[in-house]
């Protein structure tokens, strides 16, 4: 059994929620008049029209009676970006820091005010309102971690046009792909950027890419929006003309810079519907295609808000710091969305963790005071190796949160995480959630809830979780089984865009009457829940998620693979590693070459994350009768496991035995 945290008295003193029968209490409320809840929440902001009475929540989970839908404050009309810049600062917090933005080399950092962050929103969403961006028109970004970023983002929902961030680690291909899928009509990026000494040309990744958009899938884009970055950056490395690192297309590309120039700083608001969107994010699929994860106005800004108070009770004078990339959903809800309507100050970092120095993380605490610091488990296990001086040469007394998110944590970083980084003072927040959660789902509350290192908690208030097992029978009780949820709370997904049939069989058709994660879990004695990971063919390579069919379709693209199969294997760094299988045509030679190939291929199809640890030549692979491969075998030979069970349903167990002998 393990070891029970109780919140201590450095974060109970402060805490809104201060014991957990105050949890329970709220938690209970939100359930029974989810009605009432919300709407005492909503009353904080802004809304042009209120919602009709009695139509705050709707929805179908059922697929058996008919089609999938969830409607939230039906009737409202808001801005979301009114509520979280217009309204703070009507409020008079006009002059507080919104963000501090701390560049790749430390000697870059700025800082930006509520009120000078509206200026610029303004005036970008009237820029893009000039190259004929309207409501619903979608936006492309791929951008750095840089604030005209967030600015983009905002202008976007300024005037009810629907962003798509693409994470800019992702190759030319797969911004091509997802610029052409949402028929994106402007694409905004930047000249480049600096990661710890390495230059990415983000530029260069954007034409090779528009120029994909054009002849692979037939879709152009009509703007590209460039910021001039790298002028403005201290080089970290070897940098040359920067005019030389890229080409420029005059017929569509236009600096940021000249386009705002002009443009007034009052940009009056598209007023939206309650469900009308906000934003799509792009996330892995199982069978390989992308998915466009869409996510609605009203709900979505609720639970922002509210999860971002409670669970990181985050109070006036804190400083919050989230370093995930604004490319993911973390960095959608929680560096933009949730602090600014909470009228917070931000840290945006740029950087990495290890420049100029392993302790990047630790010199940022201490430099901003930050009062809550959310991360990645795999970002803290590659800092563990630094040693211990790394960290505690540090003033990091103003810590009171620490947040986790992306995989489960493991206790040992866990225990580094509490004792180490936090004293053993702070709560750490295990949140568990999705691109389709659009906020946290499952999590502890500091000063609330107890914590036990790995398991995420419990459920978020409006959150009702439940376990099933194969038959999709309720496992009440302790017990393993299938994570879903019976109904929804405020900011779950809406649709995949283009797409609501993917999504229906996707997310509903498993368990009708659940929502279906993908992911399994489990209930302890305690009441804790503990996400087990994923159940399907999905894979968690330092917290980004891909599915081996994505990873096996780009091998296979090699003229010399005729098959291939990926699975996943313990990381001490990266969580899960990628261990690729690859049976070669007939008359191709085994050969190190197509290895390194194989390799530069993935990196250069999907990003350098997807980048395989392993590529094995197989002779053949493990398949039942009917020709399913049986991946559960395969993780056990990239483990070097002999203890494979029952294997009675294979066409051909000798299989086996050649794989393990062809281990590399
Ligand atoms: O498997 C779960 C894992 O990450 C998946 C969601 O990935 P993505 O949509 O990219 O969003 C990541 C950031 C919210 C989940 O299905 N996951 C995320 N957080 C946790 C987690 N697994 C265990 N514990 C977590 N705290």
Known sequence: MSRVFQPSAHVVGKS????????????????????????????????????QPGKFVSYNFDVTKGDIFVKWMEGAVTNICVNLLDRNIEKGHGDKIAYYWEGNHPDDYSRITYRKLKDLVCQFANGLRSRGVGKGDRVSIYMPMILETVVCMLACARIGAIHSVVFAGFSSDSLAERMSDCKAKVLVTSDGAWRGEKLLILKKTCDEALEKAKTKHDHTVE?????????????????????????????????????????????????????????????????????????????????????FRYVFDYQEND????????????????????????????????????????????????????????????????????????????DLKSLRVLGSVGEPINPEAWHWYYN????????IVDTFWQTETGGHVLTSLPGATPMKPGAAGFPFFGVAPTI?????????????????????????MRTLFGNHERYQSVYFSKFPGYYCTGDGARRDEDGFLWVTGRIDDMLNVSGHLMSTAEVESVLTEDSRVSEAAVVSRPHPQKGEALHC???????????????????????????????????????GLPKTRSGKIMRRILRKIAVGDTDIGDTSTLADPSVIDQLFKSKP
């Open 319 to 394: 400083i919050y710091w989230c370093t995930a990339d604004v490319g993911w959903i973390t960095g959608h809800t929680y560096v933009v969305y949730a602090p600014l309507a909470n009228c917070a100050t931000s840290v945006m970092f740029e950087g990495s963790p290890f420049y100029p120095d392993n302790d990047r993380y630790w010199d940022v605490v201490q430099k901003y005071k930050v009062t809550q610091m959310y991360t990645a488990p795999t970002a803290i296990r590659s800092l563990m190796k630094f040693g211990v001086e790394n960290v505690t040469k540090h």
């Open 420 to 427: 180490l980084v936090g004293s053993g003072r702070c709560s």
């Open 223 to 307: 703007s590209c929006i460039v910021v001039s970055h790298l002028a403005k950056a201290s080089p970290c490395g070897k940098l040359g003309d920067i005019k030389s690192l890229y080409d420029w297309n005059a017929d569509i590309d236009v600096w940021w810079h000249e386009l705002i120039e002009d443009q007034s700083i009052d940009c009056k608001p598209e007023w939206m519907d309650a469900e009308d969107p906000l934003f799509m994010l792009y996330t892995s699929g199982s069978t390989g295609k992308p998915k466009g994860v869409l996510h609605t106005t009203a709900g979505y800004l609720l639970y922002a808000a509210t999860t």
């Open 16 to 51: 809104r929620l201060p014991s957990f029968d105050k949890y329970n209490e709220m938690y209970k409320k939100s359930l029974d008049n989810p009605e009432e809840f919300w709407s005492e929440i909503a009353k904080e902001f802004y809304w042009q029209t209120p919602h």
């Open 581 to 619: 299988f690859v049976i070669l045509n007939a008359g191709v030679q085994p050969d190190p070459s197509i290895i390194d190939a194989l390799k530069k291929h993935v990196r250069a199809r999907i990003g350098a994350f997807a980048a395989p640890d392993a590529i094995q030549f197989a002779p």
């Open 468 to 492: 099933l097992d194969d038959n999709g029978k309720v496992i009440e009780g302790p017990g393993e089984g299938y994570l879903v949820f019976s109904r929804p709370w405020p900011s779950i």
